[in-house]
């Protein structure tokens, strides 16, 4: 099955374009164009064309304008590698909106969260291989999430590091009329060390019409290591308060694993087309001593529907050491979730938090 794509043989109303540092406003006839970028000096025996400009860097404290498209289409794909933690952030604004739809950092959103190589915190290499996203050696990031617009879209990433980042990617897009019942691509990145005997929210204050579309969720173990993933994930839909209208049974049996992902009673980590925990981080002594998590859904064929409003959480719950009574934990989550909805984006998104707060620690 190829999700969203249709029938790949059929002629189509088109135009095929890409951005990348080689062609920044993805113009027809000016790829590979520089004469003068971060390349030229390896290509001085070549000359223009090969591979002036294979990169981009973003100063400390900028923000940079990856693609800025004007007219109708659909962006295709997403590549992107480079500097990895959360001090990057992706934001995509769609028809001239203020508000982006999509706030995250770029490590969450592609599963690689626990990831800080600025504070030397390096995880092990963990693929994904899914429909709709992957993560291949080394720290190659696809996407390939359709993200239709009408008007305009505008992608950029932020520099929050002291230092400089740089960026390799390539934006495939094409220009096309989209269908009237179309909605658009939506991320929202959050993190909280959960108080006892909360549930964590993933997604709140969403208003319009749509479906959510998938969970990246990473978990951190504070405290004892023991077993963990005993929460129920709940969904909200269209004005439920005090009960939702769907909740599953565990957080292993949402992500499609049971009995505690134990293969010879070891933790063991799978990426499959629509779930996968794919980072599984046992503690190696010395300052490492936190189990770490990192797990997907996507919900391509079991889309969860919403005609006004959504709110997913999450309960942090393990088993105390006897096994028989439940413990509220109080661990470190962060997720993104990710939904398609019409718009306006709503302005009631929380703020991301400053640099100190959105650490790996």
């Not at 490492?288 to 409003?309: T, V």
Request: with cysteine; hydrophobic share 35%.
């Amino acid at each position: 099955m190829l999700p969203f794509f249709g029938d790949i043989s059929l002629i189509r109303d088109a135009k095929s374009r890409v951005i990348s540092p080689e062609n920044r406003t993805g113009g027809k006839g000016m790829a590979a164009m520089d004469e003068d970028g971060v390349g030229a000096a390896c290509a001085r025996d070549l000359g223009r064309g090969w591979k002036i400009s294979p990169f981009i860097r973003i100063a400390s404290g900028e923000t940079a304008v990856l693609a800025d498209i004007e007219g109708s289409g659909r962006v295709q794909s997403l590549w992107i590698t480079g500097s990895i933690a959360r001090d990057y952030i992706l934001r995509i604004y769609w028809d001239g909106q203020e508000i982006p739809s999509v706030e995250t950092p770029v490590s969450d959103f592609f599963g690689y969260g626990w990831h800080d190589h600025q504070n030397k915190i390096k995880m092990e290499f963990a693929p994904i291989n899914s429909a709709v996203m992957s993560v291949n050696p080394c720290y190659g990031f696809m996407s390939y999430w359709p993200m239709p617009f009408r008007k305009r879209c505008r992608i950029t990433i932020e520099n929050r590091n002291e230092t400089s980042a740089q960026y390799y990617y390539s934006i495939n897009y094409e220009l096309t009329g989209v269908p009237e019942n179309a909605a658009y691509f939506h991320a929202q990145w959050r993190r909280m060390v959960v108080p006892y005997a909360q549930e964590y929210v993933i997604l709140d204050g969403v208003k319009g019409c749509g479906q959510l579309v998938g969970v990246m969720l990473h978990a951190g173990m504070n405290g004892p290591n023991l077993w963990w993933g005993e929460g129920e994930i709940k969904f909200y839909l269209d004005g439920d308060r005090e009960f939702p209208t769907i909740a599953y049974t565990g957080t292993e049996d949402y992500f499609g694993g049971a009995w505690g992902w134990s293969v010879n009673d070891k933790y063991t980590s799978y990426s499959t087309q629509y779930v996968g925990v794919h980072q599984i981080h046992e503690p190696g002594g010395g300052e490492d001593m936190q189990q770490r998590f990192a797990m997907y859904r996507w919900h391509l064929p079991d889309p969860i529907r919403f005609e006004s409003d959504v709110k997913v959480t999450i309960q942090d719950l393990g088993w105390r050491r006897n096994g028989k009574i439940y413990l509220a934990r109080q661990d470190d989550f962060a997720s993104v979730a990710y939904w398609y909805q019409t718009l306006p984006t709503a302005p009631a998104f929380p703020p991301l938090p400053c640099r100190n707060d959105m650490e790996v620690i």
